[in-house]
């Protein structure tokens, strides 16, 4: 599977993104997708993840009920919808899957990474 993430830019605090992650390969749907981000000098850190089916998805703190991650297992891509975003949201944006939806950083594959740089 190859991961081609997208989607990042420049916005103001209070703005919204969304990224994609296109998927190649026929297995897409088996997977479970994950964003992680990690902020210049700091860790990457968990963002969302959602079941191979998009029936469960799960968050982290940080950015529940501002972020919306969603899939279409038809066009191989995941979504992860931005609203209210912070300057604290800054960072390099991975998408990434798995055979299992899990919040450490053990994915089977990883995407390029994509800026998202909100400005206060």
């Known amino acids: 599977v190859q991961l081609q993430a997208s989607g990042g830019g420049l916005v103001q605090a209070g703005g919204s993104l969304r990224l994609s992650c296109a998927a190649s390969?026929?297995?897409?749907?088996?997977?479970?997708m994950a964003w992680f981000r990690q902020a210049p000098g700091k860790e990457r850190e968990f963002v969302a993840a959602?079941?191979?089916?998009?029936?469960?998805?799960h968050y982290a703190v940080s950015v529940k009920g501002r972020f919306t991650l969603s899939r279409d297992n038809a066009k191989n891509t995941v979504y992860l919808q931005m609203n209210s975003l912070k300057p604290e949201d800054t960072a390099v944006y991975y998408c990434?899957?798995?055979?299992?939806?899990?919040?450490?950083?053990?994915?089977?594959?990883w995407g390029q990474g994509t800026l998202v740089t909100v400005s206060s």
């Open positions: 990434a899957a798995g055979r299992v939806l899990r919040v450490d950083g053990h994915y089977d594959y």
């Open positions: 390969g026929r297995t897409f749907s088996s997977y479970a």
């Open positions: 959602i079941t191979w089916s998009g029936g469960n998805s």
